[in-house]
């Protein structure tokens, strides 16, 4: 029997604006975990602190290693118009490709100073986005580390700040390229990291550049019609290797976060995953089966977004609205600065499409 099309609708809900986490806890390990185990078990209330208790020795928890670059500046036209510029991804030297805020778009050639100092010379387009150079001093991500600002979600409706310097971040960040942070990454601080490898857990790392396409909406209710923007991802042979070896001892392979899914989902074919490096438009709906993880530590998801369809291609639309449903009623915090999820799937015939 042919499957109902998927539509955007079918990944609604309501979430009181007041859960929306507008600023990190004090402390990254502090904040709620909701455990949603293999169907018929019960939903729990723990904490993030408590995953040493809820992982075995010898599981694999797969990381994010992307580090988010201050991405946004803020100039202005030859013609004194303002300009908002979000980088999307770093090109080369000094090349970049951004997103324009600006009321009349600007021709290649044209120049923008920058507030910080320096200019913006546009060289084109490429689809939505524009190519630009950067006349900048030093090298490109050093400046920018110094001129640019953080790019928080636009449901975070203060202004940055200095801590976010520090919390919009990953302990483990290594890789500079995000213009958003895998945020599952964001509840690990080194003391619980020490515990989880006191405790025999393995740690890998994939590479996965999150891009402004993260923060788009989906825009058409019938989802074969969605295309997602394409990220740059790598997946290395030491990982595949890590994970091999993991399956093979009976161990569990655990990511942390939805982009981590991604990147394995990308470099997984005919249910083998092997090294890969490139570009991923990847998008997973239920229907779709996911093999690369037997566990899925997450944060809560924005109402019809990508995320939200990804994780219930994984355990199954019913049981991710009930999760969410007593998520609301018991106050968790939602969204990049929110709580948890810890989410393992039930057998195949109990998963709902």
């Given at each position: 029997m042919e499957l109902p099309a998927l539509k955007k609708s079918d990944f609604a809900y309501h979430l009181?604006?007041?859960?929306?986490?507008?600023?990190?806890?004090?402390?990254?390990?502090?904040?709620r975990l909701l455990l949603v185990p293999p169907a018929p078990a019960a939903l729990e209330d723990r904490q993030v602190r408590d995953l040493d208790q809820l992982l075995q020795p010898g599981d694999l928890l797969v990381f994010n290693d992307t580090r988010v670059i201050p991405a946004r500046l803020f100039g202005a036209k030859a013609t004194g118009g303002r300009v908002e510029i979000l980088i999307e991804r770093l090109l080369g030297a000094q090349d970049v490709r951004a997103q324009?805020?600006?009321?009349?778009?600007?021709?290649?050639?044209?120049?923008?100073?920058?507030?910080?100092?320096?200019?913006?010379?546009v060289l084109g387009r490429d689809g939505e986005f524009y190519l630009l150079r950067l006349h900048v001093p030093g090298a490109l991500e050093d400046w920018l580390e110094q001129a640019g600002r953080l790019p928080l979600p636009?449901?975070?409706t203060r202004d940055v700040d200095n801590a976010d310097k520090q919390r919009y971040q990953t302990v483990f960040a290594r890789e500079a390229g995000?213009?958003?942070?895998?945020?599952?990454?964001?509840?690990?601080?080194?003391?619980?990291?020490?515990?989880?490898?006191?405790?025999?857990?393995?740690?890998?790392?994939?590479?996965?550049?999150?891009?402004?396409?993260?923060?788009?909406?989906?825009?058409?209710?019938?989802?074969?019609?969605?295309?997602?923007?394409?990220?740059?991802?790598?997946?290395s042979a030491e990982l595949v290797e890590k994970v091999r070896a993991t399956r093979a001892a009976g161990g569990r392979v655990i990511g942390v976060g939805t982009t981590v899914v991604r990147a394995l989902e990308s470099a997984t074919s005919d249910g083998v995953l092997a090294a890969y490096e490139g570009e991923t438009r990847i998008f997973i709906t239920p229907g779709y089966t996911i093999t690369s993880v037997d566990a899925l530590l997450t944060n809560f998801h924005l109402p019809e977004s990508t995320l939200l369809m990804m994780i219930s291609a994984f355990v199954g639309r019913r049981r991710v609205f009930a999760a969410y449903a007593h998520a609301i009623a018991q106050r968790y915090r939602f969204f990049s600065y929110g709580d948890a999820m810890l989410l393992f799937p039930g057998p195949q015939d109990e998963q709902d499409t």
């Amino acid at each position: 029997m042919e499957l109902p099309a998927l539509k955007k609708s079918d990944f609604a809900y309501h979430l009181p604006p007041e859960l929306i986490a507008q600023a990190p806890l004090p402390e990254r390990s502090a904040s709620r975990l909701l455990l949603v185990p293999p169907a018929p078990a019960a939903l729990e209330d723990r904490q993030v602190r408590d995953l040493d208790q809820l992982l075995q020795p010898g599981d694999l928890l797969v990381f994010n290693d992307t580090r988010v670059i201050p991405a946004r500046l803020f100039g202005a036209k030859a013609t004194g118009g303002r300009v908002e510029i979000l980088i999307e991804r770093l090109l080369g030297a000094q090349d970049v490709r951004a997103q324009l805020g600006v009321s009349k778009s600007p021709k290649a050639g044209s120049v923008i100073d920058l507030d910080a100092g320096g200019q913006a010379e546009v060289l084109g387009r490429d689809g939505e986005f524009y190519l630009l150079r950067l006349h900048v001093p030093g090298a490109l991500e050093d400046w920018l580390e110094q001129a640019g600002r953080l790019p928080l979600p636009p449901y975070i409706t203060r202004d940055v700040d200095n801590a976010d310097k520090q919390r919009y971040q990953t302990v483990f960040a290594r890789e500079a390229g995000a213009v958003a942070a895998p945020t599952a990454g964001l509840h690990f601080d080194q003391t619980l990291l020490d515990r989880l490898s006191a405790r025999g857990v393995q740690f890998g790392h994939v590479t996965l550049h999150v891009g402004a396409g993260t923060f788009q909406p989906v825009r058409v209710e019938d989802l074969s019609e969605h295309r997602m923007h394409s990220e740059r991802v790598r997946v290395s042979a030491e990982l595949v290797e890590k994970v091999r070896a993991t399956r093979a001892a009976g161990g569990r392979v655990i990511g942390v976060g939805t982009t981590v899914v991604r990147a394995l989902e990308s470099a997984t074919s005919d249910g083998v995953l092997a090294a890969y490096e490139g570009e991923t438009r990847i998008f997973i709906t239920p229907g779709y089966t996911i093999t690369s993880v037997d566990a899925l530590l997450t944060n809560f998801h924005l109402p019809e977004s990508t995320l939200l369809m990804m994780i219930s291609a994984f355990v199954g639309r019913r049981r991710v609205f009930a999760a969410y449903a007593h998520a609301i009623a018991q106050r968790y915090r939602f969204f990049s600065y929110g709580d948890a999820m810890l989410l393992f799937p039930g057998p195949q015939d109990e998963q709902d499409t």
